[in-house]
């Protein structure tokens, strides 16, 4: 009675031993294949780091010269405001004014001073006659007064009269004609001023005039400058931008499935111990006992190496250690089977 229940005991043993050995051979060696398949988390922390690192470089040089660009808009912006207040409606309409009138005054003074110009020769010669009478005046009161000088006792009363009275008439007539002279040089001399006049007229009205013109034109000038700088900056600001933007979302790219090693197969399912009709008792095929023989040293192996390498993943120790435990247990139970038959 008491060999029948040992021998039960055994039998229960060896199955459970048998099935812990599969179950552990085929772990350990699923484990190890698919740690050695995945790629080093140093490897892969080294590359993203790397990748990290140049992307942030990127993206700050992208975003300061954003920030750049953004801050040179500003300023050309300032400055169009500023170009379109000094050439306002408004002021331009007041430069406008001050060009018509100028213009205006400058017209006019141009046309009087050619208008006493042209009448400036004939004045001219009016003082140059009125000179000849008052010479031609002046030498017959010069002659007369020489002939009365030349006189004596023996001339006759009456013509030294009539002589006298010829004298009288010849200073009036020269007195006359240097008036006249007088008036004539007179309205030359005027006719000359207004000339002077008008012609500086004409050059103040005309410097003016040119100023005005000049300052116009300048603070037009300045507007279109300033339009193209500021529509120049935007152009510059966008592509900035673009540019940032691009640099901050770059093109996702999916990663590459990697694919399983090429020496690694999958384990077979694991066959559970059958009975043998023959004898009644829990037998062992021949393939089971390889494949257990075959998993314990794969399993002791593995272990092996994982405890030299010093691998610090729990679960292939963990495997390693039970298919080993296992493979022991069932050699133990073989040889008493063996025994006890």
Known sequence: MNDILARRARRATVGIALSAALVAGIAPVTAIAAETSAPTGAAVSQTSAANGNSGALQTEDAAAAKDKAYAAMQEALKNLEAAKDA????????????????????????????????????????????????????????????????????TPAETIRQLQEAITEAIMQENFCEDKLEHCRMRLESHKSLIYFFESEVEFNKTHLDGETAKRNALLDDLKRAQIAYDDACKAYEEAKAAADKAASPEITKP??????????????????????????????????????????????????????????????????????????????????????
Do not use: W
């Open 87 to 154: 050439a306002s409606l408004e002021k331009l309409a007041e430069i406008d004014t001050k060009i018509a009138i100028f213009q205006e005054n400058y017209d006019t003074n141009l046309a009087q001073a050619a208008i006493y110009k042209e009448s400036l020769p004939t004045m001219q010669t009016n003082v140059d006659a009125a000179q000849a009478e008052c010479d031609k005046a002046h030498n017959r009161t010069r002659a007369l007064e020489a002939e009365l000088n030349k006189i004596d006792y023996t």
């Open 256 to 341: 590459t499935e990697t694919a399983p090693p090429s020496g690694s197969t999958q384990p077979a399912k694991a066959t559970p111990p059958v009975a043998s009709p023959a004898t009644g008792k829990d037998a062992l095929p021949s393939s089971i006992k390889q494949a257990s023989t075959s998993s314990g040293k794969q399993a002791d192996t593995t272990a092996d190496k994982l405890a030299n390498t010093g691998d610090a993943a729990p679960s292939a120790i963990a495997l390693a250690a039970v298919a080993a435990a296992g493979l022991g247990i069932t050699a133990t139970a073989t040889r008493r089977i063996k025994n006890s038959k």
